[in-house]
């Protein structure tokens, strides 16, 4: 089964760029790094030559005797049985945040033998930059992994339907025959989430339970990280993080609550551990916004933020909301006060504008699900997971700050009228080229 993945073209724009470094790819484990690189050497290089750093720790004495990169390739190409070649081989190094002079070396590969196209991954490469003091600042490329998109499901689920919406340059409502089966489809999405293996699991296998267990299997893993990777002062702290996601966004109001975590929590005693998740790619972590003004981080609130999961599958499963809600009308998407809704939103957002997203709210008396900065203009967006789209905080935000437009997503259809753009929840991978639409005119 082959998934059409978004990052496939920007590896490509990576290989042949008269300014490439070695490239580093962050994400959090099982979103697909290591597929990804594996499936561009084969299909961009003549030549693979793959390294993992976790399982073949012996690697570390080729980085720990010598920086010469011609030592370097040497060693690797003995250890391969073939000849890394400049310019024919791709080369990969993936869980390199486990040999920090491995990572180090990236630098003299980047000012000594640009000719070697190398690229690196590591399930918690956040955590390692966050405490490497010697990282070759300006001598790598990033590019950041995500779960997938539902456009990127829909490459294998419906070919069809993903045409139909890459082909989509008005805005004006969908026919009901296209409306229905994606709408159908998006339920779906909830239920394996981005997850490659999961998404395998659902629409190759067919197999429901073994979806299940897949997304079980993946939280284990999570948690098996924090053993194994955190210092023993934070583990405990970080599993009560962990754990109270799903309690913190069933909740109305979803600002994040120590108290929730644990009585008597308190928010010096789990920073370090919400820093931890954040870093490791598990959570994203938006913040209150005080006032929608440009630089829009100059008026986040510190104090006071929501934490979402990486992706809406994983938060399904570790929610226990049982698959068979598919079934169930629009339940998949009102359940749990719109947070798996909510999750996935966030996910489609974050991986198309690069500001962060944040909230709004107004002294208890409205609160805006998000908002988004694109090029200087900031817009507001409400989530509804359902046909009802009444939203008192929209019209009070509009009132307040008259924005160029306001965003509302939903299960009606797509229509533009009187500065409100409501766009259907699985076209939320097209809203920055529907802003792009409406900004040009």
């Known amino acids: ?13 990576w290989k042949t760029s008269v300014t490439r470094k070695p490239l580093l790819l962050k994400g959090a484990r099982q979103v697909g790094k290591t597929w990804l690189l594996k499936n561009f050497g084969e299909k961009e290089y003549s030549n693979l030559a793959y390294f993992n750093f976790e399982e073949q720790p012996e690697l570390k004495q080729f980085f720990a005797t010598t920086k010469e990169t011609d030592r370097i390739i040497q060693n690797l190409s003995m250890l391969t049985g073939e000849a890394i070649k400049p310019n024919k081989t791709l080369i990969i190094f993936d869980e390199i945040q486990e040999c920090n002079e491995a990572l180090n070396s990236l630098k003299y590969f980047c000012e000594k033998a640009k000719e070697y196209h ?16 010697s990282f070759p600042v300006g001598k790598v490329d990033f590019l950041d992994v995500h779960p997938l998109t539902f456009s990127e ?10 045409t139909y919406i890459e082909n989509i340059n008005k805005i004006e409502p969908i026919p009901d025959v296209f409306f229905n089966r994606l ?3 998006f339920k779906r999405y909830f239920i394996s989430g981005g997850m490659p293996e999961a998404v395998i699991a659902l629409l ?8 299940q267990k897949v997304l079980k299997n993946i939280l284990d893993s999570y948690a098996l990280d924090f053993s194994k990777h955190v210092d023993n002062k934070i583990i405990s702290k970080i599993g009560y993080v962990w754990s109270s996601i799903p309690s913190q966004l069933a909740r109305e109001n979803k600002k994040f609550l120590y108290q929730t975590v644990k009585p008597g929590a308190r928010a010096r005693e789990y920073e370090d551990a919400i820093l931890w998740l954040h870093q490791a790619g598990l959570v994203n972590k938006v913040y209150r916004c005080n006032k929608p003004a440009l630089p829009l981080s100059a008026y986040d609130d510190l104090t006071a933020f929501k934490l979402y999961l990486l992706d809406v599958g994983l938060l399904r499963r570790m929610s226990f909301l049982d698959p068979l809600a598919i079934k169930e009308g629009n339940r998949l998407f009102v359940e749990f006060k719109g947070a798996l809704t909510e999750n996935y939103i966030l996910q489609s957002l974050s991986k ?4 962060p997203t ?9 609160e805006v699900d998000f908002i988004i900065q694109y090029k200087n203009e900031i817009i507001p967006i409400e989530v509804k997971s359902d046909e009802n789209v009444r939203s008192k905080s929209l019209t009070l935000y509009n009132n307040l700050f008259q924005p160029p437009f306001r965003i509302r997503y939903s299960l009606k259809n797509l229509t533009y009228d009187s500065g409100l753009l409501n766009i259907p929840l699985f076209l939320s991978d097209l809203t920055e080229k529907m802003i792009r639409e409406l900004t040009n005119k």
Do not use: C, P
């Open 1 to 13: 089964m082959q998934i059409k993945r978004d990052i496939q073209q920007k590896l490509i724009e």
């Open 183 to 185: 709408t159908d489809e």
């Open 358 to 366: 944040r909230y709004w709210t107004s002294e208890g008396k409205a």
């Open 153 to 162: 499901f829909l490459s294998v689920a419906d070919q069809g339907l993903l």
């Open 352 to 355: 198309q504008f690069e500001t």
């Open 204 to 211: 190759e296998n067919q197999d429901i339970a073994l979806t």
């Open 118 to 133: 190398i690229v690196s991954a590591g399930s918690l490469l956040g955590i390692s930059l966050s405490r490497n003091q």
